[in-house]
């Protein structure tokens, strides 16, 4: 609020104005000496002296905020994400002079908190002395800390505070910290995985993991899980297969191990190896949601059309043998099927398409393939560039591992019949 005590820094003059004109312009201002560094309202008053007398004299007035002396800010603050307990960690920050004026020389330190606001709690870890700063000027440093020996595993925060001591009169006393996280201790994962691409249901397969202590506190012995899951999220849907014993790890260390485990009697399809480290939550971590990897893994068997073969040029309404060769690429045995064949107009396999003939592919083990030829009449009165899809498993008979692959596409000319 302007009053009367308030000092007048700078007046202009204001030419005659018309009803509904304005004036504008731009003025020098003076500060006073000996101002205390802090935040400051600057008035601007119209009419400054009250000389005119007008009709309403309460709206002459409007104001803005002025930051005045130096401003000692953590411009930036950067730890390793994880430490152990009594490690030693390098922290670098940059110390700021955000004001105007030269701040003198201060002291930034570096706490240890449990949460992320800096109280009389928090641990005091160390300090550094930072130079006197020019307005716009910054000190940048890396310090080395130590986290107490006594720190207990789990996540906590690093907030660096400039002028930690208070030495420095500033414009802005609430803008002095920074944080980040830091976590402590151990932290167990699966960095490596590997399964058969695919499998036959209720067989056994051998599934090869690394369980690694990535933080830097030790992990006691624990136990990692292997689970078949329909989807690639670790959720209490999810059948354990097996698992098995991991020792203690210090930081940094690993485990490999290959765990034989038998699948259930599931349909065929397309599923999912879980590999879950501290399956039995034994172990207290920095972080407990990075513990699992997934697989894939494809159950059953798979028909696909391994080649399929015609003349490029048909006259429309004629007769032509076509050849094709379909191959289980699954694990398990496939029954008996049909291949079909169909017409299209674009290269879009979908219900318009016009079904030109089939024949029977006999049951297939893994790995093994049934040729043949077809012969198929194209309807009369076509010409142009057309589609041929050959479809294995045309009629949906076998259950199968993967139903995306079944499709092979040839182009085809056709000329008018004669």
């Not at 005045?68 to 920050?93: C, Q, R, Y």
């Not at 706490?111 to 641990?123: H, K, P």
């Not at 906590?156 to 009169?169: N, Q, S």
């Not at 990897?293 to 007769?319: E, H, K, M």
């Amino acid at each position: 609020m302007l009053d009367a005590t308030d000092p007048v820094v700078a007046t202009r003059l204001v030419p005659e104005l018309a009803t509904g004109t304005s004036s504008t312009g731009t003025t020098p201002i003076t500060l006073p000496d000996g101002l205390v560094p802090g935040s400051y309202t600057l008035f601007a008053k119209a009419d400054g002296p009250g000389a005119l007398g007008e009709s309403n004299e309460f709206n002459n007035t409007r104001f803005g905020f002025i930051q005045i002396g130096p401003d000692i800010t953590l411009a930036a603050l950067s730890a390793p994400a994880t430490a152990g307990a009594g490690s030693t960690i390098l922290v670098s920050d940059t110390t700021s002079n955000s004001g105007l004026g030269t701040a003198a020389a201060s002291v930034t330190r570096f706490y240890l908190s449990e949460d992320f606001n800096l109280d009389a709690g928090d641990v005091l870890l160390q300090g550094r002395t930072v130079p006197a700063l020019d307005g716009g000027v910054s000190s940048n440093a890396s310090t080395s800390v130590m986290i107490p020996p006594s720190t207990h595993d789990g996540a906590y925060y690093l907030i660096g505070k400039a002028d930690a001591t208070d030495a420095v009169p500033e414009s802005n006393e609430t803008n002095n910290t920074r944080t980040v996280l830091l976590r402590v201790g151990p932290d167990l994962v699966i960095s490596a995985a590997t399964a058969p691409a695919r499998a036959t249901a209720g067989a056994s397969i051998d599934v090869t993991e690394t369980t690694q202590n990535s933080g830097t506190g030790n992990a006691a012995a624990s136990v990692t899980g292997i689970y078949l899951s329909t989807n690639a999220l670790f959720d209490s849907a999810d059948v354990r297969l097996g698992s098995r014993t991991v020792p203690a790890l210090g930081p940094a260390g690993l485990n490999a191990r290959t765990t034989s485990v038998t699948l259930p009697a599931v349909p065929a399809g397309t599923w999912y190896i879980i590999v879950n480290a501290d399956d039995e939550r034994t172990v207290t971590e920095t972080l407990e949601t990075n513990n699992s990897r997934a697989l894939s893994i494809l159950v059953g068997p798979d028909l696909t059309v391994a080649s399929f073969s015609l003349p490029f040029t048909v006259a429309a309404g004629s007769t032509v043998s076509v050849a094709d060769s379909v191959k289980n690429i699954g694990a398990s045995t496939a029954g008996a099927s049909v291949i079909r064949f169909y017409l299209s107009a674009n290269a879009l396999f979908d219900s318009g398409d016009t079904l030109l003939g089939e024949r029977a592919v006999g049951s297939l083990g893994a790995g093994l393939t049934n040729g043949g030829t077809t012969s198929v009449t194209l309807p009369a009165g076509l010409s142009g560039t057309y589609y041929l899809f050959a479809i294995a498993d045309g009629a949906n008979q076998v259950e199968e591992a993967s139903e995306s692959n079944n499709n092979f596409l040839r182009v085809v000319q056709i000329t008018p019949g004669s």
